[in-house]
């Protein structure tokens, strides 16, 4: 079976997108092991996901996004970023504002131009996920723990994921071992993402992200969104800026009259190809 793709990535974060249009009639019922096959980066293409696109309608893209281990999971925004960028250049979709449907989810996504693609966050919420983050003057949210010895106050921040957020001068520490520290402590029964942020100004910061292994593929651009978070209920920013990430520059903006966060970036194409999927190789 051939399996047509494009690979993209945004912000370093690669997917295979399939169009379910241009796929053989037996593709559907394979889609586990065909994500588990292309997406070794050693014997198949190379990714953290495989996104293959259903037909539009009413203004609304399906889409299934599997791991490398085949399992269905909630897409990144980088990776909706991609998708939304190939559906408006392939023709899939006819509006550069539509809404992603992954499971249950919906993103909103609007096509400004070829290098930038804004897609809604939603909301950030407080670590229980019970109740929406607002900026406020009197509300503390910060936390302390200790680590190693060492008082490091956060400020928790969920977006999807739980993210701790810790305000640092610079990245010159052991960002692996420190991350994994704060993620070990009683706070995080559950885990928890870690962002290290760096605020350059009122409109830009720097971050540096930890997520733990096993862990779904790191969204580093929804870590990004938390600090942003982070940085205005601590007064250290404006509602609008520029992350400077690992994997590129984001455009980030926590609108007031909705209290979503919406991320504008890049969605790029890698190369084309088409992938042999062995049929008789399934177990």
Request: charged share 20%.
């Amino acid at each position: 079976m051939e399996i047509q793709f494009i690979k993209m990535q945004g912000c370093g974060d690669d997917v295979v997108v399939v169009d379910g249009s241009r796929v053989p009639a037996e593709a559907p019922a394979q889609l586990p092991a065909i994500a588990h096959g292309i997406l070794d980066r050693s014997f198949g293409v190379g990714g953290n996901a495989l996104v293959v696109l259903g037909a539009a309608a009413a203004g609304v893209l399906p889409v299934r996004c599997l791991d490398a281990e085949g399992d269905d999971f909630m897409m990144t925004s980088n990776a909706a970023r991609c998708v939304a960028r190939y559906a408006t250049d392939s023709g899939a979709v006819s509006t550069n504002e539509f809404l992603i449907e992954c499971g249950a989810a919906k993103v909103k996504a609007q096509i400004i131009d070829s290098a930038n693609v804004r897609v809604d966050m939603g909301m950030p919420l407080s670590v229980e996920k019970t109740a929406e983050i607002k900026e406020s003057l009197t509300e503390s949210f910060t936390r302390a723990i200790l680590v190693q010895g060492r008082s490091v106050t956060y400020t928790p921040i969920s977006l999807g994921r739980s993210y701790a957020m810790v305000f640092v001068p610079d990245f010159s520490f052991a960002i692996r071992k420190t991350a994994r520290a704060i993620a070990a402590q009683p706070d995080f029964p559950e885990g928890t993402g870690v962002g290290f942020v760096q605020v350059c100004s009122r409109e830009e910061l720097r971050l540096r992200t930890w997520e733990a292994p096993g862990e779904p593929p790191p969204d580093e651009c929804a870590c990004a969104a938390a600090a942003l978070v982070a940085a205005v209920v601590n007064g250290f920013t404006d509602r609008e800026l520029f992350a400077r990430l690992k994997g590129g520059n984001i455009f980030l903006q926590w609108q007031e009259s909705d209290n979503h966060i919406w991320v504008t970036g890049a969605g790029s194409y890698v190369f084309t190809g088409t992938w042999d999927f062995n049929t008789e190789a399934v177990e």
